[in-house]
């Protein structure tokens, strides 16, 4: 079994006034299957509105399905949600913390509730550039960035079996970009279990063992990284000392574009046919640009109008909490809730 299995998951909202009638319902979620290994960073991929922070709020039992069914932990997100949220470290996008607390004494808020030791705090704080003098300082005075620092180590600080992070990287600089995914680099390598749901899509590839890509609320693609690159169309572009060679019946050249000593096409699939048709030709200059997720992603969502999406956060539902409710949710896992 997976650390996250879930089967068939759907979850529709009803539109219009709470409880009226209203028309067609918002379909957030669409018979979504897939499931996560242990010991891999997961990434859960689409823009906003595609439905990724349902689906989490799903997994930690905060909302219920329409249909389908979801265990997390071998535990059924239904009937052992306060015992799934023990075990696991959320980080809610937008985050929303307590402003009156300092830093310090908000992660000890949390982990009391939690009811675990903090046994990473430490170096989470000093991977992250957290000093004890800034978590002594209010958390009124933090900017956006340190607020998203003391959601990822309340996330982190005890150590989960899995971590649950919404838009992780939302608000940090570059340099706090690459500390954070060392951090996630550690974990991996401590054999935890990292969900990552992002929109970022340079994130995903750098982090991530496998992605789903979800579309409108259906699973479109479920594939390793490296997987789902390989299959991406590189940019090729070959300058000559002399004549052109014939590229044009070569294995996986696509949009073959030949002009004054010049080539340029995308290349698609094994690259050693057209390695093998520039043996001999007066190369002066080649240049391949590296396949990027972006490109897979760009291709799942060609053509999607923006009104097809659907809505990640409705209003109208009286199950769905606020993004402040979530974060003190998840920080009472091991309480009476």
């Known amino acids: ?63 219920h399905p329409t249909a389908g069914s979801a265990t997390v932990l071998g535990l059924d997100t239904e009937r052992d949600s306060v015992a799934i949220r023990a075990r696991t470290g959320y980080l809610p996008g937008g985050i929303a913390l307590y402003d009156g607390l300092t830093g310090e004494r908000h992660l000890d808020y949390l982990a009391e509730l939690s009811g675990r030791e903090p046994v990473l705090r430490g170096a989470l704080c000093d991977g992250l550039e957290l000093s004890a003098r800034t978590l002594r300082r209010p958390i009124r005075d933090y900017s956006r960035g340190m607020r998203q620092k003391i959601g990822i180590v309340h996330a982190l600080q005890h150590d989960p079996e899995l971590a649950i992070l919404d838009e992780p990287s ?119 640009e590296p396949a990027r997720l972006e490109d897979a992603f760009l291709e799942y969502y060609a053509g999607e109008e923006a009104a097809e999406a659907a809505d990640d956060e409705p209003v109208d539902d009286p199950a769905h909490d606020s993004r402040a409710a979530d974060v003190a949710a998840g920080g009472r896992a091991g309480s009476s809730r």
């Not at 242990?38 to 990724?52: H, S, V």
């Not at 706090?176 to 401590?190: E, K, S």
Request: proline content about 4%.
């Open 170 to 288: 939302e608000g940090l600089d570059p340099l706090m970009q690459r500390a954070f995914y060392d951090i996630l680099d550690d974990r991996r390598r401590a054999g935890r279990t990292v969900f990552l749901s992002s929109h970022v899509l340079s994130e995903v590839e750098r982090v991530c063992d496998r992605v789903a890509i979800v579309r409108a609320g259906r699973l479109v693609a479920l594939e390793d990284v490296a997987t789902l690159l390989r299959r991406r169309k590189r940019r090729v572009e070959i300058r000559f000392d002399g004549p052109a060679p014939d590229l044009s019946g070569v294995a996986g050249v696509m949009e073959l574009t030949v002009g004054d000593r010049l080539a340029a096409f995308a290349l698609e699939g094994d690259p050693r046919p057209f390695l093998a048709a520039l043996e001999g030709a007066p190369v002066s200059d080649l240049m391949v």
């Open 1 to 63: 079994m997976g650390v996250i299995t879930t089967v068939g998951l759907t979850k529709h909202y009803r539109t219009g006034s709470v409880g009226r009638r209203g028309g067609a319902p918002v379909r957030a979620l669409q018979d979504v299957s897939f499931d996560v290994r242990e010991g891999e960073i997961f990434g859960f991929l689409g823009p906003n509105g595609a439905g990724k922070s349902t689906l989490i709020r799903l997994l930690l039992g905060f909302l």
